[in-house]
């Protein structure tokens, strides 16, 4: 079987100094090889309306479905908000859900989190497992990635220096592409 994978990411966070922006950027670094990883803002998608939804998805949305559906798996790198999911992140999976062909079906899901406090977006990503039982989604159980303390991992450019991070989300993206090829291969 062939190693190759394609991942889309999804960050959680839209400001420019994010951490989980940042923690994105050492998760593609240190991707293994064969596995590419692309990742689009979600800054764009409106609040969610049933009423625009009907008349149809705005491009942003449309575009969010499609990168979903094309990768052969789906990597969530979020900030924790009020100990859940940031509800831009939750709005654009809202929209991303709704019918015909909701893309997340059968997808092999990722996700890992920076925070700034000591709970490293555990709760945020419980929450997030919790969303995935109705998206009928596959997140990978182990291994966990909750990085705590953000700001004293990360130097003045967004680089990912701490080195037990760096092998932590190593080894996340290692397992991560063997749980996307194993889903694949099912
Ligand atoms: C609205 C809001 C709620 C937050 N709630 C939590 C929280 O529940 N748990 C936590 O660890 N940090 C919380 N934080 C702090 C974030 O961890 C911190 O701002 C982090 O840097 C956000 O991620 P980012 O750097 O990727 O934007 C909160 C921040 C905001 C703005």
Do not use: C
């Amino acid at each position: 079987m062939s190693d190759a994978t394609s991942v889309f990411a999804v960050v959680g966070s839209l400001r420019k100094g994010s951490f989980n922006k940042a923690l994105l950027r050492a998760a593609i670094e240190l991707a293994p090889d064969g596995m590419t990883v692309g990742t689009a803002s979600i800054a764009d998608i409106e609040p969610y309306n049933d009423d625009v939804r009907i008349a149809g998805f705005p491009p942003p949305v449309t575009a969010l479905r499609e990168a979903i559906a094309r990768a052969d798996g789906l990597l969530f790198v979020t900030p924790e908000y009020n100990y859940s999911v940031p509800g831009v992140l939750k709005n654009a999976i809202d929209w991303a859900s709704r019918p015909p062909n909701q893309p997340f079906a059968g997808k092999p899901m990722g996700m890992m989190g920076a925070s700034g406090a000591m709970g490293g977006t555990m709760r945020a990503q419980y929450h997030l497992r919790q969303v995935a039982v109705f998206l009928d989604a596959h997140p990978m159980n182990k291994p966990e990635v909750f990085v705590r303390n953000a700001a004293t991992l990360f130097d003045e450019q967004g680089t990912l220096v701490d080195e037990a991070t760096r092998k932590v989300v190593a080894q996340y993206m290692e397992a991560f592409g063997a749980w996307v090829r194993r889903m694949k291969a099912r």
